[in-house]
């Protein structure tokens, strides 16, 4: 099964649970804690736990605080960039559409496969910039990461999250704080 697939196929196992697909809806409609979602779903608060951390990691939700507590919420960007990478596809043999200058636009193409994923990084700095930005656009400005986000973001794009991220941060685009990374403007 080609890396596309794989992609889709763990999203789709992921929400086939009834009891995340619940959490999903309640976090897309406003930002809740363990012991409210558990009350609400009549569920223990640790099996809450056990689903949100399977949804963390996969970066659908995140957690933040809210009124001086804990409080998950949905990251629709991640679902947003699932979408884009599996539909603006298209067809086999349909090139992915990519913003951007000409320039942008072929050194995307020439480092990406049709999966949206990184072939390899770039050796050359003016290209791995522009793949760097490229992937910089899957962090939401205002929005904070932990470090397991962060790689799971990049992991969707290529298996060394360590030296794109380390690039990002070197390059000042995100900022990094106490394990929480941002996206800087």
């Given at each position: 099964?080609?890396?596309?697939?794989?992609?889709?196929?763990?999203?789709?196992r992921?929400?086939?649970?009834?009891?995340?697909?619940?959490?999903?809806?309640?976090?897309?409609?406003?930002?809740?804690?363990?012991?409210?979602?558990?009350?609400?779903?009549?569920?223990?608060?640790?099996?809450?736990?056990?689903?949100?951390?399977?949804?963390?990691?996969?970066?659908?939700?995140?957690?933040?605080?809210?009124?001086?507590?804990?409080a998950?919420?949905?990251?629709?960007?991640?679902?947003?960039?699932?979408?884009?990478?599996?539909?603006?596809?298209g067809p086999?043999?349909?090139?992915?559409?990519?913003?951007?200058?000409?320039?942008?636009r072929?050194?995307?193409?020439?480092?990406m496969?049709?999966?949206?994923?990184?072939?390899?990084?770039p050796?050359?700095?003016?290209?791995?910039?522009?793949?760097?930005?490229?992937?910089?656009n899957?962090?939401?400005?205002?929005?904070?990461?932990?470090?397991?986000?962060?790689?799971?973001?990049?992991?969707?794009?290529?298996?060394d999250?360590?030296?794109?991220?380390?690039?990002?941060?070197?390059?000042?685009?995100?900022?990094?704080?106490?394990?929480?990374?941002?996206?800087?403007?």
């Open positions: 099964m080609d890396t596309d697939n794989q992609e889709v196929t763990r999203f789709f992921l929400l086939i649970d009834e009891t995340r697909l619940k959490i999903i809806g309640v976090v897309a409609q406003r930002p809740a804690s363990v012991d409210q979602l558990a009350k609400l779903l009549k569920i223990k608060p640790s099996l809450v736990s056990h689903h949100l951390d399977m949804l963390t990691e996969a970066a659908l939700v995140r957690t933040r605080v809210v009124s001086g507590s804990h998950y919420e949905l990251q629709t960007g991640t679902l947003h960039a699932l979408a884009k990478r599996h539909l603006a596809a086999p043999g349909i090139a992915i559409e990519l913003d951007g200058d000409a320039y942008e072929k050194v995307l193409a020439d480092f496969g049709r999966d949206g994923r990184l072939k390899d990084i050796a050359q700095q003016k290209k791995r910039d522009v793949v760097l930005r490229y992937l910089l899957q962090f939401q400005p205002g929005e904070r990461y932990s470090e397991k986000q962060v790689n799971a973001i990049l992991k969707r794009f290529h298996d999250t360590a030296s794109i991220r380390r690039a990002m941060v070197d390059n000042r685009w995100l900022k990094r704080e106490s394990g929480i990374y941002w996206r800087v403007e």
